[in-house]
Nanobody
Framework: QVQLVESGGGLVQAGGSLRLSCAAS????????VAWFRQPPGKEREFVSVLSASGSSIYYTDSVKGRFTISRDNAKNTVYLQMNNLKPEDTAVYYC?????????????????????WGQGTQVTVSS
């Protein structure tokens, strides 16, 4: 199975940028669908973005389109979330999640229950 570790969170002013990393170990990350979720304070975990195992399909939730970019570096076995023009409402714990590639299209990509593996999360705080 794959293990996931997020990093790159922190405190940033509105309009600033951060790049989150999701380092995979145990398996090749390109064999997995990898998604980013976030959980704002006092709210449920919500979908942010997903990258298919083939790399040919990418989806974003509407609130981050044009500001966030998901990508993958196969050599580093890592998936990234580049976050630009951050807003206070982006404040949350960010999690990466993965499901083996055969899971693509079987379950809703925005649903937490569609993913079998999760990292521990990294805090992103955007000040106004």
């Amino acid at each position: 199975q794959v293990q996931l570790v997020e990093s790159g969170g922190g405190l940033v002013q509105a309009g600033g940028s951060l790049r989150l990393s999701c380092a995979a170990s145990g398996r090749t990350v390109s064999s997995y669908v990898v998604a980013w979720f976030r959980q704002p304070p006092g709210k449920e975990r919500e979908f942010v973005s997903v990258l298919s195992a083939s790399g040919s399909s990418i989806y974003y939730t509407d609130s981050v389109k044009g500001r966030f970019t998901i990508s993958r570096d196969n050599a580093k076995n890592t998936v990234y979330l580049q976050m630009n023009n951050l807003k206070p409402e982006d404040t949350a714990v960010y999690y990466c999640a993965a499901v083996y590639r055969t899971g693509w299209g079987i379950k809703p990509r925005e649903a937490t229950e569609s993913y079998d593996y999760w990292g521990q999360g990294t805090q992103v705080t955007v000040s106004s």
